[in-house]
Every structure is written in structure tokens, then in C-alpha cells.
């Protein structure tokens, strides 16, 4: 008897048939027999597009191993990324897709406290883990938002470590700051105020720039007229290298601290020779240090994945996350839940050892490091790990 359907319509059948399948199939949403997919909304475009891609190429170092022994109790683990460019509007409307229409299992390495702000009441709506963002800022460490499992230190903790170096190392008084309109830059602005306040000292001068723009001169002229001996800055890589090469242009030279989410490796690349002696405050061990265990697995992880990709700071961060979830899963066992993930970093204190890094989680507690390091941009564009400021004049060995 000749088929009544058309090979396009047979198709079409057939695929939406084997949808549905793959759906009854979940045991929870975004967990099969055979996988569990999670998603990212980040930059992959635009002037922060380098952190949005170092936190993909971390995370999929990290699946990729996982995958190719087997994934986690037989599953592998399955990204799927979709790119905001940095933007509020776009993280929603992707956040959105990737809960409501791929129903993935969590939400992992979003970029950015904008993006983040946004995304993360949707998230936390529809019950669904939000974990290791790329941001410091402070209200997602809220002990209420119970699904958000952070991995790294807060803005706030960075920008302590910025006032207390440049006050005690370098005697500095006339401090000033750059920062990113919006609720990014705010934070670190807050957090600089807050750390300035303890110490009886106040801001010499403030300047702004739009996101995802360069347009910084008008705050560099407002902040040279203060005449500053160090400039605190709160951005991502393209406005801050922009700032520092024409202050430079203008003899302007006091010390430029700026912060670890500016992409520290895009930096370098974007300052060149008029890098050097640029502090970045990190939340990572430096990438290239093989006395720590997580780096050497990293470094592995990475080349095995793509024997061309270079190790940085945002791509090891991005393997932590990575690693942070497989840890957990792994201890799930094979039956796993959204809430049971989420308990896994609430109910009771934990602590776990991931390639001799520490990451502990507890009731109210929903950040795993509080460590900051202090790494100065060298003049052939590599980073120097320094206890004090005062070093980084010092032509000591990276470590």
C-alpha cells in the first residue's frame, strides 16, 4: 500500500515522535538516561565577549572529561549556551528559552552582575540551580536565594583587598575610581566606599562609562583634574584597557588596580606594552601554577579537549564551576533531583576537595571561596602572583 505521507511530513513525525519519547524519558527535567544538560546565557560577542567564551571553554574541558570516562553514573553532561552579548533584555529572554522550552536541568556560568540580576529571579521562580556565576556581587549571596551556589569571592572582598594594598603598601590617599554605569559598577563602587569609610579616606574623584561601549574620556579628564595617585577601576577588559592607554597618553600615572571580572588575559592582549604594572585582584589560583592540583587537571582537561587553547583565568574558573557540579552530582548518586542538588549545598555543612581547592557550603552559606589574589600585568603581558603592592616593581619568578 503507498505511504499517505510525504517524506517531509514522515519526518517531521518522526522527530517530534522521538521529542516526546526523549520527554516521558527525563526522570527530572533535563535529566535522561544517557545525559543531563544544563545551559549558559553569557557574552559570546560584543566588548566582554572573551569572558563568555573563557567560562564555555573552562565548563566544557571540565564535561568533556567527565564525558570521556564515562560522564557521571552514566551520564554524560551536555551544554547548551546561548549568547546575551552582556545584555539585561537578552539574558532573560534566554533564560526563558533555556528553562521553559530545552528544560535543562540547572543554569551554569552565567557572565555578569547585570546579566545575572536579571536571569536569576527566573531561575529561582521555576526552582532551578543557578551555579557559578561570574560575578562578586553581593545579592547572590543572599542566604535566600537558596538555589544560587556561588564559587568565588565577592566584589566586595576584592575591593577591601584594593584599599588595604594601595593604603598599607603604597601609602596611597588620592584614590579615584572608573566604573561601568549600571549595577555592576555600582556594586564595586559601594564596596570601594564602604572599604575607604574604615579607613577615614574618601573618594577624589568618580568617573562612568555606558556599558558595552569605550567612551571613557570624559571620565578620564574628570579624573585627572583630582590628581590621583592610584585609580581603582570596575569594568570588563575593552573600556579598562581604553582608559589605561589614554591615561597613559596623557601622563597620567598613578597605579590602576581594576578587578578580577575584567578578563584579565583579553587585558593584557588589549593594553599591550602600556600593561605593564596594571594590578587585577583574582579568585582563582594563577592558571599557570603547577604546585596546585586543580591547575595541572585543568591544563590536561584543556589540551586534551583542544591541544590549541591557551590556560587563563576566566577558562579555570569556568572548570571549577564545571568540576563543582560534577562533585556534586557525583555524590547525588544515580537518582537526581533539582532539589536535590540544591540541598546538597544547604542542609548541612560540606566541604569539598576539588584538585586540592576548598570549596564549602553550608545553611545560609552559598559561596564556596572567599580567597583574593593579587596578580600585576608584567611588560611582556603575562601576570605575577604578589603578597603586597610593593612588589610589583619586583622582577621575582612568576610562581
Not at 571553554?57 to 551544554?79: C, K, P, S, W, Y
Not at 546561548?82 to 532573560?92: F, V
Not at 583587598?161 to 549595577?183: F, G, M, N, P, V
Not at 585543568?298 to 587553547?309: F, G, I, P
Request: net charge neutral.
Amino acid at each position: 500500500m503507498k505511504s499517505i505521507f510525504k517524506p517531509a511530513v514522515a519526518r517531521l513525525v518522526i522527530a517530534t515522535s522521538f521529542l516526546y519519547a526523549s520527554t516521558l524519558l527525563a526522570e527530572a527535567p533535563g535529566v535522561y538516561p544517557d545525559r543531563i544538560v544544563v545551559g549558559q546565557s553569557a557574552a559570546f560577542e560584543g566588548p566582554a565577549m572573551a569572558l563568555g567564551l573563557g567560562m564555555r571553554q573552562g565548563l566544557q574541558a571540565a564535561f568533556t572529561e567527565v564525558n570521556e570516562h564515562g560522564g557521571v553514573h552514566g551520564r554524560r553532561i551536555e551544554l547548551l549556551t546561548l549568547n546575551d552579548g552582556y545584555e539585561p533584555d537578552r539574558a532573560i529572554a534566554n533564560t526563558r528559552q533555556l528553562i521553559e522550552e530545552d528544560k535543562v536541568f540547572a543554569l551554569i556560568g552565567a557572565v555578569g552582575t547585570p546579566t545575572s540580576k536579571a536571569a536569576q529571579p527566573l531561575a529561582k521562580a521555576a526552582d532551578v540551580p543557578f551555579i557559578g556565576p561570574f560575578t562578586g556581587a553581593g545579592f547572590l549571596r543572599d542566604p535566600q536565594n537558596t538555589h544560587v551556589v556561588n564559587v568565588r569571592g565577592t566584589y566586595d572582598q576584592e575591593t577591601e583587598a584594593w584599599i588595604k594594598h594601595l593604603t598599607e603598601d603604597l601609602d596611597s590617599k588620592r584614590i579615584a575610581i572608573l566604573y561601568q554605569d549600571d549595577s555592576f559598577g555600582r556594586v564595586g563602587l559601594s564596596g570601594v566606599l564602604k572599604a575607604l569609610e574604615k579607613r577615614n579616606l574618601s573618594l577624589v574623584a568618580e568617573g562612568t562609562y555606558a556599558r558595552n561601549s569605550v567612551a571613557v574620556k570624559t571620565a578620564l579628564l574628570k579624573i585627572r583634574k583630582a590628581k590621583p595617585d592610584a585609580v581603582v577601576m570596575v569594568g570588563s577588559y575593552k573600556p579598562i584597557a581604553a582608559f589605561v592607554k589614554l591615561a597613559r597618553k596623557i601622563r597620567l600615572n598613578p597605579h590602576f588596580v581594576t578587578i578580577s571580572f575584567v578578563g584579565s588575559k583579553a587585558l593584557a592582549a588589549e593594553l599591550g606594552s602600556a600593561g605593564e604594572g596594571v594590578v587585577v585582584t583574582q579568585v582563582v589560583p594563577f592558571h599557570e601554577d603547577s604546585s596546585v592540583e586543580l591547575v595541572n587537571q585543568y591544563h590536561v582537561a584543556l589540551n586534551r579537549m583542544d591541544v590549541s587553547a591557551e590556560s587563563g583565568f576566566v577558562s579555570l574558573e569556568g572548570y571549577l564551576v564545571g568540576r563543582l557540579l560534577i562533585e556534586a552530582l557525583e555524590r547525588l548518586g544515580p537518582s537526581v533531583s533539582r532539589e536535590a542538588l540544591i540541598a546538597e549545598f544547604q542542609q548541612a555543612p560540606v566541604s569539598l576537595n576539588i584538585g586540592g581547592v576548598t570549596l564549602s557550603y553550608g545553611p545560609g552559606d552559598n559561596q564556596g571561596m572567599d580567597q583574593v589574589y593579587l596578580s600585576v600585568l608584567q611588560k611582556d603581558g603575562t601576570f605575577r602572583y604578589v603578597d603586597r603592592l610593593d612588589q610589583a616593581i619586583s622582577t621575582a619568578e612568576l610562581p
